[in-house]
């Protein structure tokens, strides 16, 4: 305790050295309070002003922007194209449809992990839409739309999801 005392007197006494004499120009004419311009109300305010042109982004279709951390999908990706070559071969096999619904699940979880919500919740519906008893991608649906909520904003409609994020290999 003692020595938090030194201290700070240590530092309050540092500080009282540097210190700059304070000059009252409140009665001084001659010399300005404020250095910026004065200016009249009307020239803070909107009124009769162009509005700036808002940046879209034009290289996506989607109107949702993508955030969150980019990752290495192709692993995942591969696997979602292995497996939707093998539902379309055998549109009847149940296994297939099965190994197509998990590695919609996969991915979905990996862009989870990486906040990529907006692209993730595609491939949860993905999943739901093969197989709507699939409870795992249902309650990933239900957390990202909670999470659009509590940041107060809206949230893709299906069909409106983004692309996961690019990812650049680091050269080695």
């Given at each position: 305790m003692k020595l938090g005392i030194i201290y700070l007197a240590v530092f309050l006494a540092g500080c009282a050295g540097n210190a700059q004499p304070v000059h009252n120009t409140a009665n001084s004419p001659s010399e300005p309070q404020?250095?910026?311009?004065?200016?009249?109300?009307?020239?803070?305010?909107?009124?009769?002003?162009?509005?700036?042109?808002?940046?879209?982004?034009?290289?996506?279709?989607?109107?949702?922007?993508?955030?969150?951390?980019?990752?290495?999908?192709?692993?995942?990706?591969?696997?979602?194209?292995?497996?939707?070559?093998?539902?379309?071969?055998?549109?009847?096999?149940?296994?297939?449809?099965?190994?197509?619904?998990?590695?919609?699940?996969?991915?979905?979880?990996a862009l989870t992990e990486a906040r990529q919500y907006a692209s993730a919740l595609g491939d949860y519906r993905r999943a739901v839409k093969l197989d709507p008893n699939h409870e795992e991608s249902k309650k990933w649906i239900d957390q990202i739309i909670g999470i659009y909520g509590m940041l107060k904003k809206e949230y893709p409609k299906e069909g409106e999801e983004p692309p996961p994020l690019p990812f650049k290999k680091a050269e080695a």
């Open positions: 404020r250095a910026e311009k004065l200016q009249s109300v009307t020239a803070h305010t909107t009124e009769n002003q162009t509005p700036k042109p808002v940046e879209t982004n034009t290289n996506s279709s989607s109107k949702w922007s993508q955030s969150g951390n980019p990752i290495d999908t192709s692993k995942f990706d591969a696997a979602v194209a292995s497996a939707e070559k093998a539902a379309k071969a055998k549109p009847t096999d149940q296994t297939a449809k099965a190994a197509l619904v998990e590695a919609y699940f996969e991915r979905g979880f």
